[in-house]
């Protein structure tokens, strides 16, 4: 696609954009005087217009209902998450039974965790990216002391090579290898948050399985941004939340797939709660935990309904506008933005240039930019954000930007690189 830098291009592709019509139903930030460039749906999507009022039903259900809501409400909360769950699994590439919707990221990883990160013999060691997501790290270094696993011996980072930013296929392969018979589990995030490069999860997953190893993604900036295939690409297990690129809502509730290969599978470590027992059984309040042979075995509680309705609000456009259209828009949008900054750098680059760390391959990187600011720093970042971006600092001197394709628009693109030419020339 060619580009141009004005903005009768920006309006026109705007004008011929088939998903333009989808920023009405979000509502903008307000505390900025005019509504802010926002750029950070990698960090907490926009909210809904629609999403107050699927909360205020359930609001309403509990006010006419009670405790009867369970079985009475329209969409009864007993199994409120089912209809949700299955919508959530068209957006991830994966069954319906292979997905639910539940708890918080974190504590999902955790619960997957216990399940297939089963440290025997040898076969002790986990590998992930380097400088993962702090939360993730955590998890990590807290499992392998769980199972009295020394971290220094027992996590293996695989980082970029030196003067390069993003990590290579091929070293993540020979990595697995090297590793061999002593992985037990590659735990890696699918898009990584902070260069966004997309991880190729299809052949990470094969190069795992080959060592006999389980393979598992954090989804948390791949889940509504990029197409998944879990099922197909064989997965074992995936989590992610949902506030992202997802729209759902503050701290909003997670989603976790597991792979219907291990649906049967009764002798798998859980810890377990009685919204993964049995549904026929659960209000018998028996002993013995039975678990339901799909994904749904691994919600412990009954679902946080105000959540859950704000994450359906949220699901219903991506039910209506699909991946594929949205990823259309998507690669379009950074491509313009991508082209935008390329110019600038042209233009000014006695001053400063703009190095995007993300990768240059539309297939290897999804909504979001990192852009490493050379010759300028945090005074530019502090600058444009007086002026209404919303974008994101990451020390030492990375800016990322994610345009998102269900509600930023191509002028919006076009607006920021004006601003950041126009701080670039008073500073
Ligand atoms: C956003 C994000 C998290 C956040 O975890 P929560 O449990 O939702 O607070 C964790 N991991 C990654 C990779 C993330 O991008």
């Given at each position: 696609m060619?580009?141009?830098?004005?903005?009768?291009?920006?309006?026109?592709?705007?004008q011929?954009?088939?998903?333009?019509?989808?920023?009405?139903?979000?509502?903008?930030?307000?505390?900025?005087?005019?509504?802010?460039?926002?750029?950070?749906?990698?960090?907490?999507g926009?909210?809904?217009?629609?999403?107050?009022?699927?909360?205020?039903?359930?609001?309403?259900?509990?006010h006419?209902?009670?405790?009867?809501?369970?079985?009475?409400?329209?969409?009864?909360?007993f199994?409120y998450?089912?209809?949700?769950?299955?919508?959530?699994?068209?957006i991830?590439?994966?069954?319906?039974?292979?997905?639910?919707?539940?708890?918080?990221?974190?504590?999902?990883?955790?619960?997957?965790?216990?399940?297939?990160?089963q440290?025997?013999?040898?076969?002790?060691?986990?590998?992930?990216?380097?400088k993962?997501?702090?939360?993730?790290?955590?998890?990590?270094?807290?499992?392998?002391?769980?199972?009295?696993?020394?971290?220094k011996?027992?996590?293996?980072?695989?980082?970029p090579?030196?003067?390069?930013?993003?990590l290579?296929?091929?070293?993540?392969?020979?990595?697995?290898k090297?590793?061999g018979?002593?992985?037990?589990?590659?735990?890696?995030?699918?898009?990584?948050?902070?260069?966004?490069?997309?991880?190729?999860?299809?052949s990470?997953t094969?190069?795992?399985?080959?060592?006999?190893?389980?393979?598992?993604?954090?989804?948390?900036?791949?889940?509504?941004?990029?197409?998944?295939?879990?099922?197909?690409?064989?997965?074992?297990?995936a989590?992610?939340?949902?506030?992202?690129y997802?729209?759902?809502?503050?701290?909003?509730?997670?989603?976790?797939?597991v792979?219907?290969?291990?649906?049967?599978?009764?002798?798998?470590n859980r810890?377990a709660?009685?919204?993964?027992?049995?549904?026929?059984r659960?209000f018998?309040?028996?002993?013995?935990?039975?678990?339901?042979p799909?994904?749904?075995?691994?919600?412990?509680?009954?679902?946080?309904?105000?959540?859950m309705?704000?994450?359906?609000?949220s699901?219903?456009?991506?039910?209506?506008?699909?991946?594929?259209?949205?990823?259309?828009?998507?690669?379009?949008?950074?491509?313009?933005?991508?082209?935008?900054?390329?110019?600038?750098?042209?233009?000014?680059?006695?001053?400063?240039?703009?190095?995007?760390?993300?990768?240059?391959?539309?297939?290897?990187r999804?909504?979001?930019?990192?852009?490493?600011?050379?010759?300028?720093?945090?005074?530019?970042?502090?600058k444009?954000?007086?002026k209404?971006v919303?974008?994101d600092?990451r020390?030492?001197?990375?800016?990322r930007?994610?345009?998102?394709?269900?509600?930023?628009?191509?002028?919006?693109?076009?607006q920021?690189?004006?601003?950041?030419?126009?701080?670039i020339?008073?500073?």
């Open positions: 060619k580009y141009e830098n004005s903005a009768e291009f920006a309006q026109k592709l705007d011929q954009d088939p998903l333009a019509k989808y920023r009405a139903e979000f509502l903008f930030p307000t505390f900025t005087k005019n509504p802010p460039l926002y750029f950070v749906g990698n960090s907490l926009l909210q809904p217009k629609k999403c107050s009022e699927y909360i205020q039903k359930e609001l309403n259900n509990w006419k209902w009670g405790v009867e809501g369970h079985f009475h409400a329209e969409q009864p909360w199994s998450h089912e209809p949700i769950s299955k919508k959530a699994a068209k991830v590439g994966a069954k319906a039974t292979e997905v639910v919707v539940t708890h918080s990221l974190t504590t999902n990883l955790h619960l997957l965790m216990v399940s297939f990160f440290p025997k013999g040898k076969r002790t060691k986990i590998i992930c990216e380097g993962a997501f702090p939360s993730d790290q955590y998890a990590l270094e807290t499992q392998l002391k769980f199972h009295k696993l020394d971290l011996d027992n996590l293996i980072e695989i980082f090579r030196k003067g390069e930013h993003t290579r296929m091929e070293d993540i392969q020979s990595k697995i090297e590793v018979d002593e992985l037990a589990l590659i735990m890696i995030g699918g898009v990584n948050y902070y260069t966004g490069q997309v991880m190729d999860m299809k990470i094969e190069w795992g399985h080959a060592q006999g190893a389980i393979v598992g993604f954090d989804l948390a900036h791949a889940a509504g941004n990029i197409e998944l295939k879990l099922n197909e690409w064989k997965v074992d297990f989590a992610w939340c949902t506030y992202k997802m729209n759902s809502s503050p701290g909003g509730v997670s989603g976790l797939f792979h219907e290969k291990h649906h049967d599978n009764k002798e798998l810890f709660g009685w919204w993964g027992h049995n549904k026929e659960r018998l309040m028996e002993p013995g935990f039975d678990p339901i799909s994904a749904e075995a691994w919600q412990l509680s009954n679902s946080p309904i105000l959540l309705a704000a994450h359906d609000a699901l219903d456009l991506f039910d209506e506008i699909g991946m594929e259209a949205l990823a259309a828009k998507r690669d379009k949008l950074t491509g313009y933005l991508e082209f935008l900054l390329d110019e600038l750098t042209e233009t000014h680059k006695e001053k400063c240039s703009f190095e995007i760390i993300t990768p240059r391959n539309p297939a290897e999804g909504a979001q930019l990192s852009i490493l600011l050379h010759g300028l720093g945090k005074d530019l970042y502090n444009i954000s007086a209404g919303v974008a600092w020390e030492p001197n990375v800016i930007v994610a345009p998102a394709p269900m509600y930023n628009s191509y002028t919006d693109v076009y920021f690189a004006k601003v950041l030419e126009e701080t020339l008073e500073i």
